[in-house]
T-cell receptor, first 114, second 113 residues
Framework: DTAVSQTPKYLVTQMGNDKSIKCEQN?????MYWYKQDSKKFLKIMFS???????INETVPNRFSPKSPDKAHLNLHINSLELGDSAVYFC?????????????FGPGTRLTVL | GDSVTQMEGPVTLSEEAFLTINCTYT??????LFWYVQYPGEGLQLLLK?????DKGSNKGFEATYRKETTSFHLEKGSVQVSDSAVYFC????????????FGKGMKLTVNP
């Protein structure tokens, strides 16, 4: 069983479009995260949700909007896509709130904006 | 703010060579320290961690010791294999500080047979 899953694995789209990436975890964790990994492999947190409540919101354009329908899911919606949004986006989860240090990552979604 | 500095690659080694990847950190409070590994086409996996000074984390032949006096957490392996080819990330987590995982820039390792 996949612990943290993301769909789609690859996403190619035109500038200006709106797209969503879905994430689900079956670990029973309370906290979920979205990270962005750029072309140089630099990994930076974007958002964190704990029990459907937003905990961390880094300096991210408001074109990015996370949605957590329940604690097992954290989706990422991106409006008006730009070239600079091209990256690999990773979802992650951790056990008991944001103070739990070990995180489990999904396989990533490679977004290419043309 | 909290930060992690690790040696940047890419690094290419021959099989059975000795590996060291340097990592130093700056943090408020007392961080937990981690090494995560990203194999080609996959997400990050926790490789090892240490939660207090002088702790040694170990897994799959890799080791790292939490050195508070030098604020370091260098990763070592005595004999690398082709299957160790991956990107390695050093990271820290500080409770009572930023309370988020802060990653270094990652180092790509290629091991040739």
């Amino acid at each position: 069983d996949t612990a943290v899953s993301q769909t789609p694995k690859y996403l190619v789209t035109q500038m200006g479009n709106d797209k969503s990436i879905k994430c689900e975890q079956n670990l029973g964790h309370d906290t979920m995260y979205w990270y962005k990994q750029d072309s140089k492999k630099f990994l930076k947190i974007m958002f964190s949700y704990n029990n459907k409540e937003l905990i961390i919101n880094e300096t991210v354009p408001n074109r990015f909007s996370p949605k957590s329908p329940d604690k097992a899911h954290l989706n990422l919606h991106i409006n008006s896509l730009e070239l600079g949004d091209s990256a690999v986006y990773f979802c992650a989860s951790s056990l008991a709130g944001p103070r739990t240090d070990t995180q489990y990552f999904g396989p990533g979604t490679r977004l290419t904006v043309l | 703010g909290d930060s992690v500095t690790q040696m940047e690659g890419p690094v290419t080694l021959s099989e059975e060579a000795f590996l060291t990847i340097n990592c130093t950190y700056t943090a408020t409070g007392y961080p937990s320290l981690f090494w995560y590994v990203q194999y080609p086409g996959e997400g990050l996996q926790l490789l090892l961690k240490a939660t207090k000074a002088d702790d040694k984390g170990s897994n799959k032949g890799f080791e790292a010791t939490y050195r508070k006096e030098t604020t370091s957490f260098h990763l070592e392996k005595g004999s690398v294999q082709v299957s160790d080819s991956a990107v390695y990330f050093c990271a820290l987590f500080t409770q009572g500080g930023s309370e988020k995982l802060v990653f270094g820039k990652g180092m790509k390792l290629t091991v040739n047979p």
